[in-house]
């Protein structure tokens, strides 16, 4: 039988030691520690929030806000030369890839919703798109009242086409709808006049306009139809990760920072073609950065009671 030198158990117990807390309580925090690799979910083409540049660099708004928790997870570990890889995801496996630990932390544009809840958790709002509406504005449309009467263009099969119908019905508007099958042929319709607006989830939209041939010919106008807060996706059940990714966030929120990262991907040219989406932050995006939640959409009327108490500020 042999014998544990007293020697190598101190070194054994001093490892232990090395080991800061918050590591040992966390589920992915220890994973982490052990690999001494972190590794990100990213999109091939989710743009601007996480997608491939003319390097094949992964680059993007979110992907900025995930490096950032890295840099919280070094310092917390104290793993200054921690490994960061990453891994593709698809809308129809990232939710997999979190709860599996393929992935530590999901940099794409997700919608954090009860429903997913349910399997995964979220990190505080990073931003916040809804249904909107596209327009021309020679057409004075300025909210879904001035719809009345008017033929609206819509993608077949989407949460904005069952909102703006919903909506017709509750208003009486007798609004006309005309389907098509992608955002190509939506915008071709505003463009000939064949349809007055098209209900798309805003981000989407100045995405749209941003790539047309004459961008000044259209406009994003409207009040938010539906809520589509995005955040982050990590595991579910280690509140201590998530808390060191709330705190990191939270620090940008208050510093300020995320105003420039905003502006950088959304009020900016950004690569590989140069295109600027001209996408000023909206207002409950602010009031999320001034008070942050991780409240998942559909609850309480879609975040209302998330936002409710913010709107007096």
Same mark, same amino acid.
């Given at each position: ?212 041939? =004459? ?77 942050? =939640? ?20």
């Amino acid at each position: 039988m042999r014998t544990i030198s007293a020697a190598f158990l101190a070194a054994m117990i001093a490892a232990l030691f090395a080991i800061p807390a918050i590591a040992q309580e966390s589920v992915t925090l220890k994973r982490i520690t052990e690999k001494k690799t972190i590794t990100l979910g990213v999109r091939e083409a989710a743009d601007p929030f996480s997608y491939l540049d003319a390097k094949q660099q992964y680059v993007g708004y979110s992907i900025d806000l995930c490096m950032k928790i890295v840099d919280a997870v070094k310092a917390h570990l104290k793993l200054p030369d921690l490994k960061v890889t990453t891994t593709r995801v698809s809308a129809q496996i990232r939710i997999q890839m979190v709860m599996t630990g393929d992935v530590d932390l999901e940099c794409g544009s997700t919608t954090n919703t009860l429903e997913r809840q349910k399997q995964v958790a979220f990190a505080v709002t990073t931003f916040f798109t809804g249904t909107r509406l596209l327009i021309k504005p020679s057409s004075l449309i300025k909210n879904y009242k001035d719809l009345k009467g008017k033929t609206i263009v819509v993608t077949s099969g989407t949460t904005n086409e069952r909102a703006i119908k919903e909506y017709n019905l509750q208003e009486s508007l007798n609004m006309r709808f005309v389907q098509v099958k992608d955002h190509r042929e939506a915008l071709a319709a505003i463009e000939k006049g064949a349809a007055a607006a098209f209900p798309m989830d805003d981000v989407l939209l100045y995405a749209m306009r941003a790539s047309a041939p =004459n961008p000044p010919e259209f406009a994003v106008v409207g009040d938010f139809l539906t809520d589509e807060p995005y955040a982050i996706m990590l595991r579910k059940d280690d509140p201590a990760f998530k808390k060191l990714a709330d705190d990191a966030l939270i620090a940008l929120f208050k510093s300020g920072e995320i105003n420039k990262i905003y502006a950088r991907w959304f009020e900016s040219p950004i690569p590989p073609r140069g295109v600027n989406l001209l996408m000023p932050m909206n207002n409950t995006l602010k009031k999320l950065i001034r008070s942050p =939640n991780s409240e998942g959409a559909d609850s309480c009327g879609r975040m209302q009671c998330a936002l409710r108490s913010l709107r007096e500020f």
